[in-house]
C-alpha cells in the first residue's frame, strides 16, 4: 500500500479509478506504463497512451500481456494474459523516462477469458501468503532495502567470447580512479563518508522520488 505524508504523518494513500482517471487529466499524462514483475523479481510493463485508461479498466483489466513471453508464466497454447491495474499504485513519472508526461500503475496478472488471477504473479503469491499470515494471527510488515551502485561508467567486452570476456568499472570514487572528479574511497571506507561523499545531492533527490511513488524512507547513506 502506497503511503503519503500529511501534516506530519504518515497515512495511507487510496485512489478510486475516478480519482486516477481525473489526476491523469489534470496532470496531462499522455503515456501510461502499466508494471509487473516476472519471478526473479525484474519490472515489466507495457506502454499504453492514457486514452486507453478509462474506469473500466480498473476492472476487467487491458489484454497486453503475452504470458508465454515471461519465463515461467505460462506455454505458447496458453499465452494470452491480462494487466488490471491497482488504482492506488498510481504515480507520475519524472519526464525524463519517456520524455513525455507518463505515469505508472502497478498491475494485477490474470488468465485471459475470466479464469482468474495468474498463480505464478509474484504480487499475487505475496499477497496471499499475507492474508493466510492474517488467518494465524500474525501482521506483516515488508520494507525493502534499496540498495545499488552508482557508476560513471561500465564497460563490458564480449565481442570476442572466444578470446575473454570481461569488464571495466569507472567511477571517482573508487580506488583507482584518477580522473579527479572527487576523492577516493579505499576498500570499506565508504560507510557514512561525509567529507567523501559524491552522492548527497543524486541520493537527496532519490528520496524525494521515492516519496512522490508513496514510499516513504527512514534514511540514505553511502554504503561501504
Known amino acids: 500500500m502506497p503511503y503519503q505524508i500529511t501534516e506530519g504523518k504518515i497515512e495511507s494513500r487510496h485512489y478510486t479509478p475516478g480519482n486516477v482517471i481525473t489526476q491523469m ?5 499522455k503515456l501510461v506504463c502499466l508494471q509487473f514483475t516476472d519471478i526473479p523479481g525484474r519490472l515489466h510493463g507495457p506502454e ?30 496458453e499465452s494470452d494474459g491480462v494487466l488490471v491495474p491497482d488504482p492506488n499504485s ?4 519524472p519526464d525524463w523516462v519517456f520524455g513525455t508526461r507518463a505515469a505508472r ?13 495468474l498463480p505464478q ?27 545499488f ?18 569488464y571495466s568499472l569507472h567511477s571517482g570514487e573508487t580506488a583507482w580512479g584518477s580522473d579527479g572528479t572527487s576523492i577516493p574511497l579505499s576498500a570499506k571506507d ?5 567529507a567523501h561523499d559524491s552522492l548527497r545531492r543524486f541520493r537527496a533527490e532519490f528520496v524525494q522520488l521515492l516519496e512522490s511513488f508513496g514510499a516513504i524512507p527512514e534514511a540514505s547513506h553511502h554504503e561501504v
Not at 55 to 71: A, C, H, N, V, Y
Not at 90 to 93: S, T
Not at 125 to 139: C, V
Not at 149 to 166: H, N, Q, W
Open 190 to 194: 565508504g560507510y557514512f563518508p561525509l
Open 105 to 117: 500503475l502497478i498491475c494485477d496478472v490474470h488468465q485471459s477469458r475470466g479464469k482468474g488471477r
Open 121 to 147: 504473479d509474484p504480487r499475487y503469491i505475496a499477497q496471499r501468503a499475507e492474508e493466510h499470515a492474517k488467518k494465524l494471527g500474525y501482521t506483516i510488515y515488508i520494507g525493502p532495502e534499496v540498495e
Open 48 to 77: 499504453v497512451p492514457a486514452r486507453e485508461i478509462t474506469e473500466e479498466s480498473f476492472e476487467r483489466g487491458l489484454p497486453k500481456l503475452d504470458r508465454s513471453s515471461i519465463p515461467g508464466y505460462s506455454r505458447i497454447n
Open 90 to 93: 498510481y504515480a507520475v513519472l
Open 25 to 29: 487529466r489534470e496532470s496531462n499524462v
Open 149 to 166: 551502485f552508482v557508476f560513471d561508467r561500465i564497460e563490458l567486452d564480449a565481442s570476442l567470447p572466444e578470446r575473454g570476456t570481461g
